[in-house]
């Protein structure tokens, strides 16, 4: 029997297709097939990357999903296009074997909107590799001779880093897989969003009408940045997010401030006093019950407090002196419920400043949510303090007689978006990533519970009953949303070997 498996094994060698038992879930091994392709999968994620994927635009949603059902189906992937009331969905799958269970894969191929003018490259679609020098980044030239790949260069453009980089993590394994004819152990299920950057507002409606289409055993989520430590990560829940605008009344028109100071009153000075109202100077917000319900055991503040972190060195690269003191660290401050002034907008600045009493003040507030403080409550929380600061609330702009009755006067509007979740991390799913990635990276693997950022994974934990696991690629200094926007390839490099780790990793049984 030896003789003939020995035979076996130097034909596959021989005809160069990989032997697919025991040895390929090697760390070794899947280095170096890793290693191998890695300039191949570089040059798709560039090709990828300069695919505009603004989700505003329909013409720049279809040229992403064309890409990625060209791309899966060259996999013999089975691709679906799921039709929504808004942007369309791409569904792939792939039946491995006959009798074993699937794993979802979430995918988001969208990215924020761009403001080119902001970037330190002339087009932020064309991905431009840079090197660290002397505090700055530096675009390097590819074409000399023996040009190499190391693991600091980074890629610099939108949706390097969210997602298109983890996205492409796992498609270039599934490559790799193919051209090896290696075998997932598993059938693979693959969804791909491209509106998750505007709340995904058509997905729960498409989970529900699709619900046997997308069961499967687990939903690993290819999306997020890694903890601070940039170690391979595994997020075990994301925090909710809803938004409100909040729009402070004052006088009908902009007044002239020399004609009418000291006597129209200016509203910027009252919304000063209404955000003053929402936050103490520790930072702990000051809406009654906003905390409610939200309350950590010892066991879990344990646990928390096992990520590795250095609040010295935290405060430093962010800029700061001190946190707020809503929690005692900094992973159980992702714990609670926030809420941000995100946008202020009264008046002119700069060149185009005028001696002026503006007429109204624009308050942009989003809030992230924890499974136990649901968007419905801290919306409704957050507009009977409003209430109880004096302010009259009006559906539109105020009449005459709202102006005449009422000092205080303010306008509130809000928005839902992706609902929080939360995954045991003492699961079947979290000792199955674990040991996979253990392969290939050892001990060096952070598992929090919860991040800090919102994704619209509810509907399918809802709807399909998944537990649901975030597998981290992207460095956490990759300036996301903003500009320059960056990967760095060693980040890359190690998604593509942990995307292998887990496809090469038997299901429990």
Same mark, same amino acid.
């Given at each position: 029997?030896?003789?003939?498996?020995? =035979?076996? /094994?130097?034909?596959?060698?021989?005809?160069?297709?990989?032997?697919?038992?025991?040895?390929?879930?090697?760390?070794?091994?899947?280095?170096?097939?890793?290693?191998?392709?890695?300039?191949? %999968?570089?040059?798709?994620?560039?090709?990828?990357?300069?695919?505009?994927?603004?989700?505003?635009?329909?013409?720049?949603?279809?040229?992403?999903?064309?890409?990625?059902?060209?791309?899966?189906?060259?996999?013999?992937?089975?691709?679906?296009? $799921?039709?929504?009331?808004?942007?369309?969905?791409?569904?792939?799958?792939?039946?491995?074997?006959?009798?074993?269970?699937?794993?979802?894969?979430?995918?988001?191929?969208?990215?924020?909107?761009?403001?080119?003018?902001?970037?330190?490259?002339?087009? *932020?679609?064309?991905? /431009?590799?840079?090197?660290?020098?002397?505090?700055?980044?530096?675009?390097?030239?590819?074409?000399?001779?023996?040009?190499?790949?190391?693991?600091?260069?980074?890629?610099?453009?939108?949706?390097?880093?969210?997602?298109?980089? *983890?996205?492409?993590?796992? $498609?270039?394994?599934?490559? $790799?897989?193919?051209?090896?004819?290696? =075998?997932?152990?598993?059938?693979?299920? /693959?969804?791909?969003?491209?509106?998750?950057?505007?709340?995904?507002?058509?997905?729960?409606? %498409?989970?529900?009408?699709?619900?046997?289409?997308?069961?499967?055993?687990?939903?690993?989520?290819?999306?997020?940045?890694?903890?601070?430590?940039?170690?391979?990560?595994?997020?075990?829940?994301?925090?909710?997010?809803?938004?409100?605008?909040?729009?402070?009344?004052?006088?009908?028109? *902009?007044?002239? !401030?020399?004609?009418?100071?000291?006597?129209?009153?200016?509203?910027?000075?009252?919304? !000063?006093?209404?955000?003053?109202?929402?936050?103490?100077?520790?930072? =702990?917000?000051?809406?009654?019950?906003?905390?409610?319900?939200?309350?950590? !055991?010892?066991?879990?503040?344990?646990?928390?407090?096992?990520?590795?972190?250095?609040?010295q060195q935290l405060n430093t690269r962010l800029g700061i002196?001190?946190?707020?003191?809503?929690?005692?660290?900094?992973?159980?401050?992702?714990?609670?419920?926030?809420?941000?002034?995100?946008?202020?907008?009264?008046?002119?600045?700069?060149?185009?400043?005028?001696?002026?009493?503006?007429?109204? /003040?624009?308050?942009e507030i989003d809030m992230r949510l924890v499974p136990e403080?649901? %968007?419905?409550?801290?919306?409704?929380?957050?507009?009977?303090?409003?209430?109880?600061?004096?302010?009259?609330?009006?559906?539109?702009?105020?009449?005459?007689?709202?102006?005449?009755?009422?000092?205080? =006067?303010?306008?509130?509007?809000?928005?839902?978006?992706?609902?929080?979740?939360?995954?045991?991390?003492?699961?079947? $799913?979290? %000792?199955?990533?674990?040991?996979?990635?253990?392969?290939?990276?050892?001990?060096?693997?952070?598992?929090?519970?919860?991040?800090?950022?919102?994704?619209?994974?509810?509907?399918?934990?809802?709807?399909?009953?998944?537990?649901?696991?975030?597998?981290?690629?992207?460095?956490?200094?990759?300036?996301?949303?903003?500009?320059?926007?960056?990967?760095?390839?060693?980040?890359?490099?190690?998604?593509?070997?942990?995307?292998?780790?887990?496809?090469?990793?038997?299901?429990?049984?």
């Amino acid at each position: 029997m030896k003789y003939f498996k020995s =035979i076996f /094994v130097f034909f596959l060698l021989v005809i160069n297709i990989e032997p697919f038992y025991g040895q390929k879930t090697t760390e070794h091994h899947l280095n170096r097939l890793t290693n191998e392709k890695f300039n191949d %999968a570089f040059t798709n994620l560039q090709q990828f990357l300069r695919i505009k994927n603004d989700g505003n635009y329909l013409v720049q949603i279809d040229n992403n999903k064309n890409w990625c059902d060209s791309v899966f189906t060259r996999l013999n992937f089975r691709t679906k296009t $799921i039709k929504t009331d808004g942007a369309p969905l791409l569904f792939a799958q792939k039946n491995y074997h006959e009798n074993r269970k699937s794993i979802l894969f979430y995918l988001q191929i969208d990215g924020q909107p761009v403001d080119s003018s902001a970037w330190s490259q002339t087009d *932020p679609f064309e991905p /431009v590799l840079k090197e660290f020098n002397k505090e700055k980044w530096d675009p390097i030239d590819t074409t000399i001779p023996n040009f190499e790949y190391h693991d600091e260069l980074r890629v610099f453009a939108r949706s390097s880093s969210d997602s298109k980089g *983890p996205a492409m993590s796992l $498609i270039s394994a599934l490559q $790799i897989l193919q051209e090896k004819n290696i =075998i997932p152990e598993y059938n693979i299920k /693959v969804i791909m969003d491209f509106q998750e950057e505007l709340g995904s507002p058509d997905l729960p409606k %498409a989970v529900e009408a699709n619900h046997d289409l997308l069961n499967a055993e687990m939903l690993f989520i290819i999306d997020g940045t890694r903890h601070l430590s940039n170690l391979p990560t595994l997020t075990y829940g994301a925090r909710g997010i809803a938004t409100a605008t909040i729009k402070i009344f004052g006088p009908k028109t *902009p007044l002239h !401030s020399g004609q009418y100071g000291n006597y129209a009153p200016n509203p910027v000075f009252e919304a !000063s006093r209404l955000i003053s109202s929402l936050k103490n100077e520790e930072g =702990i917000i000051q809406i009654p019950k906003f905390y409610d319900g939200v309350n950590l !055991s010892a066991e879990e503040r344990t646990i928390l407090n096992k990520i590795p972190e250095n609040e010295q060195q935290l405060n430093t690269r962010l800029g700061i002196s001190n946190p707020d003191q809503v929690a005692e660290t900094y992973q159980e401050a992702l714990q609670f419920p926030s809420l941000n002034i995100r946008g202020l907008q009264a008046g002119w600045t700069g060149k185009e400043v005028r001696t002026l009493i503006p007429d109204e /003040v624009l308050i942009e507030i989003d809030m992230r949510l924890v499974p136990e403080t649901p %968007a419905e409550r801290q919306l409704d929380l957050l507009r009977k303090h409003i209430t109880l600061q004096g302010y009259h609330l009006v559906d539109s702009i105020p009449n005459n007689q709202e102006r005449a009755l009422h000092k205080k =006067i303010a306008s509130f509007n809000y928005r839902i978006g992706s609902k929080p979740f939360r995954t045991d991390m003492n699961s079947p $799913i979290g %000792a199955f990533l674990n040991s996979a990635l253990h392969k290939v990276f050892g001990d060096s693997i952070v598992n929090m519970r919860t991040t800090g950022g919102s994704q619209p994974m509810a509907p399918f934990i809802k709807a399909l009953n998944l537990p649901a696991v975030s597998i981290r690629i992207p460095n956490p200094d990759n300036n996301i949303h903003g500009p320059n926007e960056n990967l760095r390839l060693g980040n890359f490099r190690e998604g593509i070997l942990t995307c292998l780790a887990l496809l090469t990793e038997p299901l429990p049984k």
